[in-house]
C-alpha cells in the first residue's frame, strides 16, 4: 500500500517559469491537503480538495497559485510566473475522511527558484 | 494567526533523558495531534488526543491535554538518537489542521 506520492523531488525554475507540483493520495483517500514550509518553518495551510472540488482555499496566494484534483490522475498544484519568494518545500497529504482526522504526509517537492 | 506555538524552539539532551514540548493553541479544538518530521522528509502522525481526553499514552510517548489553559505537552521517555528530529502540535478544529513552528530536539548519544 504505497504512501501518499509527491513528484518531482526537487523542482528548479526560473523567475517567470511555471511550476507544476504532483500529488497521488494515498489509495483509498479521497481528501488532499496542500501545505507549503519554509525554512525553519511550521507548516502553512495552503488549501484543501476532495474530488473535483476546492473546500477551502483560505490558504493560497489570490494571484498565481491554482490547484486542482480531478476525477482521474493526481492532484497538481500550480504556481504561475514564479519569483524568488516562492522558493520552500510543498507538502501534501491525504486523509480518508474529512474534518479533524490525521494526515498522511508525502516527502514534498522542493522549489528552488533561481 | 490561528498558528500555535511550541515550546520550546529548539531542545537538546543527552540519550536515556526524557524530552518535553510544550504547545500552545487559540481556537476551539476537537484534538490535538502531534507530528514528527526528520529533516528533508513529510511529516509522520504521533499520536492524536481527543478535547474530552486529559491523557494518552503510545510507547515512549506521553501526551497530555488541558483545553482550559489550552495547552498540550509530549513527553518523550529513554530518548534514543534516532528521536533526533522536529515535531510539531497541529490543532484539529476545523476542515484543516493548523500547525506550530516546531521544537527542534536533538538527542545526543
Known amino acids: 500500500n504505497a504512501g501518499v506520492m509527491q513528484n518531482p523531488r526537487h523542482l528548479v525554475r526560473r523567475r517567470g517559469q511555471e511550476a507544476r507540483l504532483r500529488c497521488s493520495p494515498m489509495?483509498?483517500?479521497?481528501?488532499v491537503y496542500w501545505y507549503r514550509q519554509l525554512p525553519e518553518e511550521g507548516l502553512k495551510f495552503m488549501v484543501y480538495l476532495q474530488k473535483e472540488n476546492i473546500i477551502d482555499e483560505s490558504g493560497m496566494p489570490k494571484e498565481r497559485f491554482s490547484a486542482e484534483f480531478p476525477k482521474e490522475g493526481p492532484s497538481i498544484l500550480r504556481i504561475q510566473q514564479v519569483v524568488r519568494g516562492d522558493s520552500a518545500a510543498y507538502f501534501c497529504?491525504?486523509?480518508?475522511?474529512?474534518?479533524?482526522?490525521?494526515?498522511?504526509f508525502g516527502s514534498g517537492t522542493q522549489l528552488s527558484v533561481l | 494567526s490561528q498558528q500555535g506555538e511550541e515550546d520550546p524552539q529548539a531542545l537538546s539532551i543527552q540519550e536515556g533523558e526524557n524530552a518535553t514540548m510544550n504547545c500552545s493553541y487559540k481556537t476551539s479544538i476537537n484534538n490535538l495531534q502531534w507530528y514528527r518530521q526528520n529533516s528533508g522528509r513529510g511529516l509522520v502522525h504521533l499520536i492524536l488526543?481527543?478535547?474530552?481526553?486529559r491523557e494518552k499514552h503510545s510507547g515512549r510517548l506521553r501526551v497530555t491535554l488541558d483545553t482550559s489553559k489550552k495547552s498540550s505537552s509530549l513527553l518523550i521517555t529513554a530518548s534514543r538518537a534516532a528521536d533526533t528530529a522536529s515535531y510539531f502540535c497541529?490543532?484539529?478544529?476545523?476542515?484543516?489542521?493548523?500547525f506550530g513552528k516546531g521544537t527542534k530536539l536533538t538527542v545526543n548519544p
Open positions: 497541529a490543532e484539529g478544529g476545523s476542515e484543516k489542521l493548523v
Open positions: 489509495k483509498g483517500h479521497s481528501h
Open positions: 488526543i481527543r478535547s474530552n481526553e
Open positions: 497529504a491525504s486523509s480518508h475522511g474529512k474534518l479533524y482526522e490525521k494526515l498522511f
